[in-house]
């Protein structure tokens, strides 16, 4: 059964950089067979599409987050991680990992906890 | 970005059926058959529970079914269960970009 596992800061100051990492297990992010996708989801909002990254390294960014956001990958570690530079209280979010299996057309079949972010000082 | 439209609520009593739209344009729902559905129940991660416009994932139940028709994309809930009241999402490619949009959510309730 694949399981992503997310870690990190649940509390990130104002102007900081938020970072956040998915471990995966179950499947190897080196197949190549998916894309590592991160989410988020504002208090009482809905869904937005960060970003996600193929095995290569290659990312595709949400172009409102774009200049803020950086995702990287560690196949060795079979893990995937988020950075999110210039944080402020737009940004407290509950953030998923997930994985998309359909060649990045945004079917993300399994999904980590979700972990909530708070920014604040 | 583009943006897809669904209705923010939907009623419906146990044993009905519910349909909820999503509306985009013919650069995303209306030109490709790769439109997904989500069910995010309070507090959870969110579910796929239909890709490809029409497709179950195995282990979703049948009451779930989907199409499409132009640029309108409709997910259907038969036989309404109290298990069913959630948050639903679509989404779907959008042509010459590489990201994702969502659409805003519809917030199902079983009366």
């Known amino acids: 059964q694949v399981q992503l596992q997310l870690s990190g800061p649940g509390l990130v100051k104002p102007s900081q950089t938020l970072f956040l990492t998915c471990n995966v297990s179950?499947?190897?992010?080196?197949?190549?067979?998916?894309?590592w996708t991160w989410i988020r989801q504002c208090p009482g909002k809905g869904l937005e599409w960060i970003g996600y990254?193929?095995?290569?390294?290659?990312?595709y960014y949400n172009p409102s987050l774009k200049s803020r956001v950086a995702i990287s990958v560690d196949v060795s570690m079979n893990q995937f991680s988020l950075k999110m530079t210039s944080v402020t209280a737009a940004d407290t979010a509950v953030y998923y990992c997930?994985?998309?299996?359909?060649?990045?057309?945004?079917?993300?079949?399994?999904w980590g906890q979700g972990t909530l972010v708070t920014v604040s000082s | 970005q583009s943006a897809l439209t669904q209705p923010a609520s939907v009623s419906g009593s146990p044993g009905q059926s519910i349909t909820i739209s999503c509306t985009g344009t013919?650069?995303?729902?209306?030109?490709?058959?790769?439109v997904s559905w989500y069910q995010q129940h309070p507090g959870k991660a969110p579910k796929l529970i239909i890709r490809?416009?029409?497709d179950r994932p195995s282990g979703v139940s049948s009451r779930f079914s989907a199409s499409k028709s132009g640029n309108t994309a409709s997910l259907t809930i038969s036989g309404l269960q109290a298990e069913d009241e959630a948050d639903y999402y679509c989404v779907s490619y959008i042509s010459s970009t590489t990201y994702g949009v969502f659409g805003g959510g519809t917030k199902l309730t079983v009366l």
């Open positions: 990254i193929y095995f290569s390294g290659s990312a």
């Open positions: 013919s650069s995303d729902i209306g030109g490709y058959n790769l």
């Open positions: 179950g499947d190897s992010i080196g197949s190549g067979n998916s894309y």
């Open positions: 490809d416009v029409s």
């Open positions: 997930a994985r998309d299996r359909s060649n990045g057309y945004f079917q993300m079949d399994f």
